[in-house]
């Protein structure tokens, strides 16, 4: 049966791996074993992905990432330059700690900057916005943009990737899309 994705000769993909259509896995990477990887998804240069991790359609991964096993991203997921998920919390080198690793999950659409560093067992929402550099230490709730060390809340995102000001109706439009949000109880949602 003929291939139906491009990996580049430099890249290694281990045995037991699931790779859809249109999936492009660049220079240097390594594909561990039982991953499932969706289709058009983009691996960039020198990426780690760990056994059993899952990627939805069209993830996009810049160069230099690890995704540890026990994390899964839902479609249309970004992940920026050097970012790094983590699946221990406790790690030591002469303690053994396989098969007590935390999961993280990504939700559709979300999008996290170069050199952030995403503790395990923190679950990111849809949508949400992780700023280059933050260190997540919490769940994020969908829509929502985190920036810092340790990861603060600083505001809210469209799906399109434009900060929301909220009216004292709590309704914001996306300034690209024009599509309507509303903040109520803490939660945004898209309503047109």
């Given at each position: 049966?003929?291939?139906?994705?491009?990996?580049?000769?430099?890249?290694?993909?281990?045995?037991?791996?699931?790779?859809?259509?249109?999936?492009?896995?660049?220079?240097?990477?390594?594909?561990?074993?039982?991953?499932?990887?969706?289709?058009?998804?983009?691996?960039?240069?020198?990426?780690?992905?760990?056994?059993?991790?899952?990627?939805?359609?069209?993830?996009?991964?810049?160069?230099?990432?690890s995704i540890y096993?026990?994390?899964?991203?839902?479609?249309?997921?970004?992940?920026?330059?050097?970012?790094?998920?983590?699946?221990?919390?406790?790690?030591?080198?002469?303690?053994?700690?396989?098969?007590?690793?935390?999961?993280?999950?990504?939700?559709?659409?979300?999008?996290?900057?170069?050199?952030?560093?995403?503790?395990?067992?923190?679950d990111i929402g849809?949508?949400?916005?992780?700023?280059?550099?933050?260190?997540?230490?919490?769940?994020?709730?969908p829509y929502s943009?985190?920036?810092?060390?340790?990861?603060?809340?600083?505001?809210?995102?469209?799906?399109?990737?434009?900060?929301?000001?909220?009216?004292?109706?709590?309704?914001?439009?996306?300034?690209?899309?024009?599509?309507?949000?509303?903040?109520?109880?803490?939660?945004?949602?898209?309503?047109?």
């Amino acid at each position: 049966m003929k291939k139906e994705y491009y990996a580049h000769p430099t890249a290694v993909i281990d045995d037991g791996c699931t790779i859809a259509k249109d999936v492009k896995v660049w220079h240097f990477s390594h594909i561990m074993p039982n991953c499932t990887i969706g289709e058009g998804c983009n691996i960039g240069q020198n990426v780690v992905i760990s056994p059993e991790v899952v990627l939805g359609k069209n993830v996009k991964i810049q160069n230099n990432v690890s995704i540890y096993t026990g994390v899964t991203c839902d479609d249309d997921v970004f992940l920026g330059p050097s970012m790094v998920f983590t699946n221990v919390t406790n790690p030591r080198s002469g303690v053994n700690r396989r098969g007590q690793y935390s999961k993280t999950h990504v939700g559709k659409g979300a999008s996290i900057g170069a050199n952030a560093t995403i503790v395990c067992g923190h679950d990111i929402g849809a949508y949400a916005f992780i700023g280059a550099g933050a260190v997540v230490t919490k769940n994020v709730p969908p829509y929502s943009l985190w920036v810092g060390n340790p990861a603060k809340q600083l505001g809210w995102m469209s799906e399109y990737g434009h900060r929301l000001i909220f009216n004292k109706e709590g309704i914001a439009e996306c300034e690209e899309s024009k599509e309507k949000y509303k903040l109520e109880n803490g939660q945004v949602t898209k309503i047109g």
